[in-house]
């Protein structure tokens, strides 16, 4: 079916008659939740009015407020607590006090009006965060249903991600936030969309988002697989302080220490880590990260308060590189060995945020600016001796960067044609300004320019969309977002061939539209149709011709079904995704690359239950082809695309003092060229993990890798010439992944 069909059906389900608007209830229910121990507010918890299922979901503060009728039961419920609920009678304030009870979800009885905030979907990543590891930022990327990452840069690099049957390179087509604040850099001196999370400390994260597909207005640019965005929680119970140590000369340290009062005062936090690591490489990693993380908030009234963030991130690192398949099957290096031990960088990263936010009730908005400056420097050889055969073919990539942005949100309930809804909308602004270096280099001495640029890129970009309740039972939403870029390349290149100059303007709009329903208890419906893109890199755009379409457009549609009770939930997604033409820059040649239309279309299998009271079990399964749409059949092959990726986990997650789990990821073979001739080999890979709480000391213990597999992490088709060769050779490079590791760490809480 075609996108322009796609529309046309949903928006004819749009006015059908689907019922009659339910009579508004009439008494007003505030209050606040809190943990029934240590009386701290809960956030996120939600209340849900049992006979009339709707639900809210409480503030930052644990405060909600919502209307009911006489004699309603409202229940509130969170994650790790059993539900408390109350009959109203009138007008009230309630507070209520969960008690600590093993992890069950909401057994969804779901209608329209709760299904215009989308709590359902959030319950099952709440879930997630709460049952899986995630000690580190590699390991809140796993967080998110089919994702799944790859580290080949000596542990600084940003990881290569894979999702929905992108390999989205560094962050090409995954957009990740954290607070609102952008991590992908556009143009970035090694690939479209960087996004490096090695800043983010996961001690803080509290929430974590996830949208697939261009469906939703609040994701635009590199939203094109999907977006993932984290909140970081405002105060802290009490300060911690924890060391950890490892194989491989692997050691780590936080601390997090609160500071000020609770909520409704100021108040908030600061926290630092430092880690290092050497990795299995014969050549050591040296790898060692710098991390500082602070926040605060204060009321400005009665419904509102200031926000502010700071980051700050420092790392080096040497790489053992990609190797070649046959140095290691020959004999010469090991597969931890390495070609030219002089590769690695470094990467340094500070934000700033303030905010103003609406501090509780139905009409949420935020208006938030933020700066980021960055400064990344990488010294790779990929090719060896293909093209200089007596000084190799090392380069040098770098740039330094300033990010500032700003971005207002807002919704708020709001009635169309006696139905109840909900309208959102936002507006704002990205401008980002770098200086960006490509280099040839030998033993990380720079010796030509091949391409030196200024770049100034700006996108200013609004949205808005409505949701509606069709019925008691029918929620659709229609959604529109303009995005505006205006890119600008200065040349600066010294004695090179390359002169990359210009300026260009362009903008995309795109349509959203779902629909969803409840079928019977606990089983949702939904469709979705909706265009989406990623920038192009702005050296590509400014060179191309005028009536070249430089922004690509991505068409996304979907059915999925999901069915929630209290101990389980399981869910079913078939989506297909079409990309137009996109011009690729080869950040590692400087030169633009012409990639085709390409579709993509799979299934994504989900499934969380409760075995016993203290036991969770969880899977996933990504099922996708890929190919170019113009390519003849046998050079149709979409390189490194994922075709079946999926993870298993057992985890025990108890209101006693023990948790422990085991997780098993996998990622299947897939082709490494357009013509399958080179095969990237599938992986799978099992972790344990465990902690003890004893009084106010928590013990930590895992296995990496449990049972010592031999997996390549990192693998690409390259065309390469080692010292000594006479022609060159494509065949698989790649970077091995870590054999078993043993972690120990103690916390100490104060």
């Known amino acids: 079916m075609s996108f322009r069909l796609s529309v046309v059906a949903i928006l004819s389900m749009l006015l059908l008659p689907l019922g009659a608007t339910a009579q508004s209830p009439s008494l007003h229910v505030r209050g606040t939740v809190r943990g029934h121990e240590t009386g701290a507010l809960l956030s996120g918890a939600r209340v849900t009015l049992r006979s009339a299922r709707q639900q809210v979901v409480t503030s930052r503060e644990g405060a909600f407020r919502t209307h009911a009728a006489a004699g309603e039961w409202v229940v509130a419920a969170q994650i790790g607590f059993a539900p408390d609920s109350i009959q109203i009678a009138h007008d009230t304030l309630v507070t209520f006090r969960l008690r600590p009870a093993p992890f069950q979800l909401t057994a969804i009885t779901t209608s329209a009006s709760a299904l215009l905030g989308d709590h359902a979907a959030q319950e099952i990543r709440d879930l997630d965060l709460a049952l899986r590891p995630h000690d580190s930022s590699q390991e809140l990327l796993r967080l998110v249903p089919g994702l799944v990452i790859a580290q ?38 090694h690939g479209q969309g960087y996004a490096d999370l090695h800043f983010l400390l996961p001690e803080v994260v509290s929430g974590l988002t996830v949208r697939k597909g261009p469906f939703d207005v609040r994701d635009g640019n590199l939203a094109t697989a999907g977006a993932v965005a984290f909140t970081t929680v405002d105060r802290l119970e009490r300060a911690s302080t924890e060391v950890r140590t490892g194989a491989f000369n692997t050691s780590s340290g936080r601390a997090l220490i609160p500071i000020g009062g609770g909520p409704g005062a100021f108040g908030g936090y600061v926290a630092a880590a430092i880690a290092r690591t050497d990795g299995p490489f014969q050549a050591p990693q040296q790898y060692r990260r710098g991390n500082a993380f602070a926040k605060f908030t204060a009321p400005l009234s009665s419904a509102t308060e200031l926000v502010f963030t700071a980051s700050g991130f420092d790392a080096t690192w040497d790489a053992s590189g990609q190797i070649p398949a046959r140095a290691v099957a020959g004999g010469l290096i090991s597969r931890f060995g390495s070609l030219d031990p002089t590769e690695g960088g470094s990467s340094r990263r500070a934000d700033a945020a303030v905010a103003i936010r609406a501090r509780q009730g139905d009409a949420p908005w935020q208006l938030r600016a933020y700066v980021v400056r960055s400064d990344f420097e990488l010294y790779s050889n990929f090719t060896f001796f293909l093209r200089d055969s007596l000084k190799g073919d090392g380069i040098a990539q770098a740039e330094r960067r300033l990010v500032g942005g700003l971005q207002g949100d807002y ?56 949701s509606v309740a069709l019925s008691d039972r029918v929620q659709a939403t229609a959604g529109m977002r303009g995005d505006l870029f205006a890119q600008r390349v200065t040349d600066g290149t010294v004695g090179g061939a390359m002169n990359v100059s210009g300026q260009r303007t362009s903008a995309i709009l795109s349509p959203k539209l779902s629909v969803t329903a409840a079928v019977g208890r606990g089983t949702l419906l939904t469709g979705q149709v909706g265009q989406g893109f990623h920038s192009n890199d702005a050296r590509d755009v400014v060179q191309a011709a005028p009536r070249d379409r430089v922004i690509p457009r991505a068409v996304g549609m979907e059915l999925s079904a999901r069915r929630t009770w ?80 999926g993870s298993i986990g057992l985890s025990l997650r108890a209101a006693g003092p023990l948790t422990a789990g085991i997780r098993v990821r996998h990622i299947g073979a897939r082709p490494a060229d357009e013509r399958g001739e080179v ?27 449990l049972f010592n597999v031999e997996w390549n ?5 390259t065309t390469s010439r080692l010292r000594g060769e006479s022609a060159p050779v494509t065949e698989l490079h790649f970077t091995p992944g870590s054999g078993r590791a043993l972690r120990v760490g103690v916390r100490v809480w104060r």
């Open 713 to 717: 992490e990192a693998q690409f088709a």
């Open 152 to 189: 080949h840069g000596g542990g600084g690099k940003a990881e290569q991600v894979f999702l929905r049957g992108f390999d989205a390179d560094h962050g090409t087509d995954v957009a990740v936030s954290v607070d609102g604040t952008p991590v992908n850099m556009v143009s970035h001196a």
């Open 411 to 466: 919704a708020r309930p709001l009635t169309m044609f006696g139905r109840t809804g909900r309208l959102t909308a936002l507006a704002g602004l990205r401008a980002d300004g770098m200086d960006v270096a490509l280099r040839n280099q030998t033993a990380r001495v720079v010796t030509t320019d091949v391409l030196v640029s200024r770049i100034n890129e700006a996108n200013l970009f609004a949205g808005v969309a409505q």
């Open 566 to 645: 209290a101990t389980g939930t399981i869910a079913a997604t078939f989506w297909r995704t079409t990309l137009s033409s996109e011009l690729v820059f080869v950040g590692d040649e400087g030169v633009t690359e012409a990639s085709g239309r390409t579709r993509r279309v799979g299934i994504d299998l989900e499934g969380r239950l409760r075995l016993l009271p203290l036991l969770w079990l969880d899977a996933d399964l990504n099922l996708a082809r890929g190919r170019f749409v113009d390519e003849p059949r046998g050079a149709d092959r979409i390189p490194l695309a994922p075709t079946r990726t």
């Open 679 to 705: 095969i990237a080999e599938g992986q799978t890979v099992a972790d344990l993990s465990a902690e003890l709480a004893v009084g106010r000391v928590m013990l930590i213990g895992g296995v990496d890798n």
